[in-house]
């Protein structure tokens, strides 16, 4: 049986806003979607038997950890990372990029052999160019590969951003080059340019040239606020290609999501709703809630009775207080799980008001809430 290409199928929009099909051989994503982290190997706290009930449809596997332990080859021999971690959803794997920025305080970037790092683990050297940050992704054999660039730290620094920007092109090359034709798989460039709108545009209309299968935008999440993300997407929103998949790369809280799908995103990832989980804070319908403060330590009711999903209301916050207060790891189980699921129903949510022409009063309903 010949496997399915992947490829992109914009449905509706309104405004900005877009609804979406990727088609993958593994299955296919509704867009605007959210990709629970899995940096590991694994979604923290969660079995991936759960994290389909969700109805998450895709995940995201971090290139960076996962070639510093177990390594590429071991997961390999394993038959790549979907049977090493028993996952059949379609995998995003990102480039390592942004872990050799914010992990390692030893590295140096070279123009030619790419990132030189010392592991965060055991200080071993570690030299992670273009090319090879595309072999060990099609060694993981991942659905969606990022391709490799320099993700500098916030700063106005104009010429500081331009030199980082043209850098990551030259490697988007390279990338590219590397991944060769893969039509079951997709390789994505990823935007930089700080936030600066020129070095932004620039950016995307090079991409556009090399052609990839998705743009993502990435530099964000490195500090900036809210109102500085969302000027960036409002400056490229009309540059960026229809027919292609739109990737914001580690966003974020509700209220981001909900603003960058004003902005025509389609994708998004963060470790947010698992971190917290494991920390005692819960997303609601009604605000977050941190469940170690000491007023649930008689409230017998459930998290979110707007949650219904999962079930996972059969819960009191009495004692998920009483779980996380204990230290028992169940708290960091549910709570995590709760998280995931309720970033999947907003995700939901958000597909049927763009379906109904109502996404702005749902938009500007929950801006300011969640």
Known sequence: MAL???????????NYARVGLIETHRGDIKTPAFMPVGTQATVKACTIDDIKKTGSEIILGNT??????????RIKNAGGLH????????ILTDSGGFQVMSLSKLNKIDREKGAIFNSHIDGKKFYLSPEESIRIQ?????DIVMIMDE?????????LIKKSMQLSLYWAERSKKAFGINPHKAL?????????????IHSLKELMKIDFDGYAIGGLAVGETQREMFKVLDEIKDEMPENKPHYLMGVGTPSDIL????????????VMPTRSGRTGLAFTWNGRINIKNNKYQNDNSPLDESCTNLNLNKYSKNYLN?????????GSMLLTLHNINFYQELMSCIRKNIESGTFDKFHDKYIDKL
């Open 4 to 14: 399915k290409d992947f490829a992109f199928k914009l449905k509706k929009k309104d």
């Open 64 to 73: 960076y950890h996962l070639m510093i332990r177990p390594g590429v080859d």
């Open 83 to 90: 049977k090493f971690m028993n996952c059949d959803l379609p």
């Open 138 to 142: 099609l060694g993981l054999n991942s």
């Open 151 to 159: 993700c500098p730290k916030k700063t106005d620094n104009y010429e």
């Open 188 to 200: 994505f460039g990823i935007i930089q340019g700080g936030l600066f709108k020129d070095l932004r």
């Open 259 to 270: 603003g960058a799908v004003k902005r025509g995103i389609d994708m998004f990832d963060c």
């Open 322 to 330: 009483h779980l996380f207060n204990t230290n028992e790891i169940l």
